[in-house]
């Protein structure tokens, strides 16, 4: 088991990318602690990492909201003794970051929230822990769009997802720099498009579907689990020698 014994902590762990994250490191011997503003889908993840005799616990939170993201971190470390990885998942897009008809300047700030300030707080209180137990890892889940823009076309140009990402990108490479020297590695996974219910209503619709997998060289989306696989590799002791990198799991979109 590649994360034996290792203590982790993953937001947005309910759903996506975050789910298969914590299935994964539970099913690979980590203690995982489930986190989501969901409380019924913190739930659901950690149901089913029980029934395959791994070991989780729910906790339901805001990461944009600084006691609830220390509370995650404490918890995380009272419910196990420790910390030993970090996977910022919380995030959300424009479209589904506030009810319709939110003002843009509305949505810009819940997207900005959520993204970056909720990693930057998440990662804030995890650090002070890591650095009092001798280490650990910091896995943030950026996006191809914190490296590259929209296609023409698709609308993307006051979005507010784009730059909360880049923004992810750049705060990694920033903290992976100063943390180095007290062994806390810091690396953020820049995914493609991923088949989540984060862009389920794009991928429903066949031509708009056909349109998206013609622009990438594997001629389709990503699977959530692609992208915990990449985690794992960051959590564990098989990247030693990583960080500060932007990890690119994108089925050579970024390539061309």
């Not at 959590?235 to 020698?241: N, R, T």
Request: aromatic fraction near 6%; include cysteine; hydrophobic fraction near 40%.
């Amino acid at each position: 088991m590649r994360l034996k014994d290792k203590v982790a902590l993953v937001t947005g762990g309910g759903s996506g990318i975050g789910h298969a994250t914590a299935v994964l490191f539970a099913a690979q011997g980590a203690k995982v602690v489930v986190s989501d503003l969901n409380e019924a889908n913190a739930l659901e993840t950690v149901a089913e990492i029980k029934a395959a005799e791994g070991d989780a616990t729910a906790l339901t939170g805001d990461v944009s909201i600084n006691v609830d993201a220390e509370a995650m971190v404490k918890g995380t470390v009272e419910t196990y003794g420790g910390l030993d990885a970090v996977v910022n998942c919380a995030g959300v897009i424009a479209d589904k970051a506030l009810p319709k008809g939110a003002s843009p300047e509305a949505v810009w700030d819940r997207v900005m929230e959520v993204n970056l300030k909720g990693t930057y707080l998440v990662t804030w209180h995890a650090v002070r822990t890591m650095e009092e137990s001798g280490g650990g890892s910091i896995i943030n889940i950026a996006s191809i769009n914190g490296l590259v823009g929209y296609p023409i076309g698709l609308g993307g140009g006051f979005d507010a997802y784009v730059p909360s990402k880049g923004g992810v990108v750049q705060f990694t490479k920033n903290l992976a720099i100063d943390y180095g020297k007290k062994n806390i590695r810091v690396n953020c996974i820049c995914p493609g498009h991923i088949d989540t219910n984060l862009i389920r209503e794009f991928l429903d619709n066949p031509e708009r579907r056909e349109w998206l997998e013609q622009r990438y060289p594997m001629g389709r989306v990503g699977r959530p689990e692609e992208i915990a696989y990449a985690a794992l590799f960051l959590a564990s002791d098989e990247s030693s020698f990583v960080t500060g990198a932007p990890l690119i799991v994108d089925g050579g979109y970024t390539a061309q």
